[in-house]
């Protein structure tokens, strides 16, 4: 077992923590919680490079692949050019390799650079950098849009019905239950199998609209015990309405419950959409996602393994990066959790005593 | 209450489905000039004329009918009895998804377990960061990724089984690192237990690299009973303690009985040998463990017994794996198999000829090798993040520290006062969790090419087929709201200060 602390450091320790809150917020506490989750950080870098890389290369675009609005972004080809099959850095009887070439000149000879198709070509001479981050974008906009949805959704159930209980409660918590009996997959394919090929946006709300219970659940307990509160009370006998108290005295106290849970929320939805596309029933050909690029492919996984990683590596990158990024949050929000003392805080803070 | 839940969830998916699903939408483009004859049968058949909350009632008939022996899940389009193809399609997936369930929570609460003991260690951030790696993982890319490195590169090994150095070395290092870290201690005894581990790692593998024993496996009656007496040293170590001689010999005698039948229980090994005859030799087992537990020891005799049971089986368990590695070699040599043995999809081999109880077991155990690695991969993680908050929450109870100050063994403290409470809250995700695995199987079964429930619920989607996916969905959902109901009362009888209802 870990050493056993003596009376005396655990004093010290304390007035480190007391030191360090000393004046600030609880939102500031909290915020500078996160700033020094090395994860969590690392992680909020990863995913914002990501998405604004995805963005940027595939431009935006909203609706199904027919009828779509787009911007344009910065790589030359789009999904549906087809180019002539290269087999530049191939090896023997390949065609269409990943042209990237990450090592320097010193290692294998030639120098670093992207190439013409830097993550090669599919089968028909596509260029799958463009397929990839197409993909990419329509994933991460499902689930931004699943995301919010379930968040909105969850709150307002979870807040009304835990803040007015009684009949409204009842019924709006059997609802939770009739959704949350059937498991994620179910309701996601049979939305998916009728509205995939309306498009990404749509796909995402219709499944948004199904994602709401495990949230609503969470902040209808946060409620319930919240409104039981001397603050709340206070409120109340100052003459606040409902809707102040629910939106300026409870919400505030919860949201921390409420971040956390939404970005497992999203963690959870990246792989869905993915798991959907995968099995055909979500995102559909000419619309490409991640999950329905791997599905696509993975026949050809033995001769041409590049069509195969890439959107899987981006799948894990994104789901990674918010898995702990909602790790840094709970960390954050959490009263009980203390940060780690370490040996060289304990010697600052007995020359900062000594000095004193 | 439960039963209610039932009724909504299935009259708001059979809503959803049937508005969301067009079973016309194939005749509508047809131009057979029968067209709308064939339109017209399938809205007689399918009752189409009929809006779905009504539709639902007369499917709700056919379930309730059930209670009067009348079970009725309607026909599939395709003129098959939907609940005959549910009980084909069950047995397959619970085979499926039973092994790769228990596995994760075993190794899932064994790891977190560790790594709450050592928090903060290098070990604890490692399991940590791995955890979340899994959880990421999509199941249908890992397992496209096992099926080509696992089965097919191990295969390729197969027809040579000689380590390389660098592997032989890199897996000897992992080991080193794995132990020494687990282990824990100061920093000498850590580089100790590392070079330990290391060595010992690296002269087994090349001694077994050296005689071709990935070939042709088998443990022998000596490593056998080496392993028994492991198992009994370990079991009594994290049950009763070593200083309880008592239990400890109960344990060992198992052991060395377990040795003494090695050879006479090869004989009842044949080829005709039996799932019955299986069952026999379990509960003989079992009773040899009681038995020993009982005449151990006079104090303490539940723990006693417990333990010399779990020996008893664990030893018979390794006795049943080594008669099935025997086995490999003359498999692998047969037609059906042609030296790849681990296969990549399907439930068993068709070639094989039936009638040799070894081969079949063997053959079934091997495809559900890689589908269960793939799902314990994707269930593991949530198992290690929740066993070890549950226990670091449990280690901070006031009477952990009552427990250590009234001076009882780290052991009896960590395994009797932590562990034990620490498991209640984990009632609850393993519920729910074997319900989801089912939804999880969906994936896995296409992707390894298995004909269970997640299969029928592809055809059923993809077919437009509302009785079918009303079937699929009817099975899930009552697993899921039972696991509940049984999580619920497991919470109670694990934790009396939990009384449900008024």
């Given at each position: 077992m870990a050493k056993k602390k003596t009376a005396p450091a655990v004093a010290g320790e304390n007035a480190i923590e007391l030191q360090e809150t000393a004046g600030l917020s609880q939102n500031q506490i909290v915020f500078?919680?996160?700033?020094?989750?090395?994860?969590?950080?690392?992680?909020?870098?990863?995913?914002?490079?990501?998405?604004?890389?995805?963005?940027?290369?595939?431009?935006?675009?909203?609706?199904?692949?027919?009828?779509?609005?787009?911007?344009?972004?910065?790589?030359?080809?789009?999904?549906?050019?087809?180019?002539?099959?290269?087999?530049?850095?191939?090896?023997?009887?390949?065609?269409g390799c990943p042209t990237l070439d990450v090592l320097p000149a010193f290692i294998d000879g030639t120098g670093m650079g992207l190439g013409k198709h830097p993550f090669g070509q599919d089968d028909i001479g596509r260029d799958y950098f463009a397929l990839v981050m197409r993909g990419a974008e329509q994933s991460i906009q499902i689930m931004l849009i699943i995301g919010s949805i379930g968040a909105l959704l969850g709150t307002v159930i979870g807040a009304i019905s835990g803040?007015?209980?009684g009949w409204i409660d009842a019924v709006l918590m059997r609802l939770t239950d009739f959704i949350i009996t059937v498991p994620t997959l179910i309701i996601g394919a049979v939305i998916g199998h009728r509205v995939g090929n309306l498009g990404v946006t749509l796909l995402g709300v219709f499944l948004g609209l199904f994602a709401w219970t495990g949230l609503s659940r969470l902040v209808r307990g946060e409620f319930l015990s919240l409104r039981e509160r001397e603050f709340v009370d206070a409120a109340r006998v100052a003459g606040a309405s409902n809707r102040r108290i629910i939106f300026k005295h409870i919400l505030p106290n919860a949201v921390g419950v409420i971040i956390v849970s939404v970005t497992l929320l999203m963690s959870g939805a990246i792989l869905l959409e993915t798991g959907l596309s995968y099995l055909g029933f979500g995102v559909v050909s000419p619309d490409v996602s991640l999950g329905s690029l791997i599905s696509q492919y993975q026949t050809s996984f033995s001769v041409r393994p590049w069509l195969f990683w890439w959107p899987g590596f981006?799948?894990?990158?994104?789901?990674?990066?918010?898995?702990?990024?909602?790790?840094?949050?709970?960390?954050?929000?959490d009263p009980r959790q203390k940060r780690r003392i370490t040996k060289r805080d304990l010697v600052k803070a007995d020359k900062a005593s000594k000095d004193a | 209450m439960l039963f209610v839940i039932l009724l909504g969830s299935s009259f708001l998916i059979y809503n959803l489905a049937a508005i969301a699903s067009d079973p016309l939408e194939e005749l509508r483009v047809s131009s057979d000039p029968k067209v709308k004859q064939q339109i017209l049968v399938l809205i007689r058949d399918l009752q189409l004329n009929v809006p779905p909350p009504l539709r639902y009632f007369n499917w709700l008939k056919g379930v309730l009918g059930g209670f009067v022996g009348d079970f009725n899940l309607g026909l599939t389009r395709s003129h098959e009895s939907v609940a005959d193809a549910i009980g084909h399609a069950i047995p397959i997936s619970i085979r499926l998804v039973?092994?790769?369930?228990?596995?994760?929570?075993?190794?899932?609460?064994?790891v977190g377990i560790v790594t709450a003991l050592r928090q903060y260690s290098k070990f604890d951030y490692a399991m940590t960061f791995l955890s979340f790696l899994f959880f990421s993982l999509p199941i249908f890319w890992v397992a496209v990724l096992l099926k080509e490195y696992l089965a097919i590169g191990f295969n390729d090994f197969l027809a040579d089984p000689v380590l390389s150095w660098p592997w032989l070395l890199g897996l000897s290092v992992f080991a080193g690192v794995f132990w020494s870290s687990v282990l824990g201690g100061s920093r000498s005894q850590v580089f100790l237990k590392f070079g330990i581990a290391f060595s010992a790692n690296a002269l087994v593998l090349f001694l077994l690299s050296e005689t071709h024993w990935f070939a042709q496996p088998a443990l022998g009656p000596l490593v056998v009973f080496a392993m028994s007496l492991g198992v009994a040293f370990v079991v009594t170590h994290l049950s009763v303690g070593l200083s309880n001689r008592k239990v400890l010999y109960g344990s060992l005698s198992v052991s060395v009985l377990g040795f003494a039948l090695y050879l006479p229980v090869q004989q009842l090994f044949t080829k005709q040998f039996s799932d019955l005859t299986?069952?026999?030799?379990?509960?003989?087992?079992?009773?040899?463990?009681i038995t020993a537990g009982y005449f151990s020891t006079k104090i303490d005799r539940g723990a006693a017994i417990r333990t010399t049971s779990l020996v008893a089986l664990l030893t018979f368990g390794i006795i049943y794996v080594d008669r099935l590695m025997r086995t490999w070699k003359s498999y692998s040599e047969t037609d059906a198999i042609n030296y790849r043995p681990v296969p990549t999809v399907g439930e068993a081999n068709s070639l094989l000829e039936p009638g040799n109880y070894w081969f079949t077991t063997l053959d079934s155990a091997l495809h559900l090798f890689l589908p269960t690695v793939a799902l314990t991969i994707i269930s593991f993680a949530g198992y290690v993040r929740f066993s070890r908050g549950s226990l670091l929450e449990v280690l901070n109870q006031d009477y952990i520290r009552t427990a250590r100050a009234k001076g009882l063994t780290e052991r009896t403290v960590i395994m009797r006062h932590a562990f034990r409470n620490a498991l209640i809250p984990l009632t609850t995700i393993i519920a729910a969790d074997f319900a989801g695995v089912i939804g999880g199987a969906i994936i896995t079964e296409r992707v390894f090419g298995w004909v269970g429930m997640g299969t029928l619920f592809n055809k059923a989607i993809g077919g437009q087929d509302l009785n079918l996916l009303m079937g699929v969905f009817f099975v899930t959902s009552s697993l899921a709201v039972l696991a509940n109901l049984v999580a619920d009362l497991l919470y109670s009888a694990l934790d009396p200060r939990i009384r449900i209802g008024k």
């Open positions: 500078r919680r996160f700033l020094r989750h090395r994860a969590a950080m690392i992680s909020v870098i990863g995913l914002l490079f990501i998405v604004l890389f995805v963005f940027s290369a595939a431009g935006l675009r909203f609706g199904s692949e027919r009828n779509a609005a787009t911007t344009p972004g910065w790589w030359p080809y789009s999904i549906t050019d087809i180019a002539d099959m290269s087999s530049e850095n191939c090896a023997e009887g390949l065609v803040f007015f209980r981006l799948i894990v990158a994104i789901a990674l990066c918010i898995n702990f990024i909602g790790d840094g949050l709970r960390d954050a929000f | 039973l092994g790769a369930t228990i596995l994760a929570i075993v190794l899932g609460i064994t299986l069952w026999g030799l379990f509960a003989a087992s079992l009773l040899v463990g």
